[in-house]
């Protein structure tokens, strides 16, 4: 009669399999590819691809980094004015300011170090930071003058 009988019985499954070696095998098969693993050294090693045949020879100086652009603010008292300077160059208008900044690459996020003396007005000291954010440099910062520094 179907259906009579319980599952589990032994007429259900006829063939016996044992598991146990199986397992077994399982168990050794991890334990030699854990063996066998082999992980990626990082210490000690440093992966750095170095151009062939320029070795200890003598060679010309690359170009010097821009650490920052200088910006100078100076109070020229006979004149009654602020004397704007970028780097070693001197700045009458907005436009020779603007241009002056213009010449340091773009790339390289250069940071732009205004340098006032303490007798430059503020006004215009806030004018040289707008014409630097006017210019695309975000990192703008003031900085000790020159000369309070070499004290």
Not at 12 to 30: E, S
Not at 124 to 142: G, N, P, Q, T, Y
Request: proline share 8%.
């Amino acid at each position: 009669m179907a259906g009579s009988q319980n599952p589990g019985e032994p007429s259900d499954n006829p063939v016996g399999i044992n598991v146990v070696p199986m397992v077994d095998v399982i168990f050794c098969l991890c334990l030699f590819f854990m063996c066998s693993l082999r992980f990626k050294e990082l210490e000690g090693r440093i992966e750095a691809w170095l151009p062939k045949g320029h070795g200890n020879q003598e060679f010309a100086a690359p170009p010097p980094l821009f650490d920052d652009i200088r910006v100078s603010l100076r109070w020229d008292p006979a004149t009654g004015r602020t004397i704007r300077k970028v780097g070693s160059k001197e700045a009458a208008s907005d436009l020779d300011f603007e241009q002056a900044l213009h010449r340091y690459p773009k790339h390289l996020e250069l940071s732009v170090a205004v340098d006032a003396s303490h007798d430059v007005p503020w006004s215009d000291a806030i004018h040289v930071l707008d014409l630097c954010r006017r210019s695309k440099f975000e990192k703008v910062e003031f900085v000790e003058p020159w000369q309070a520094s070499a004290r």
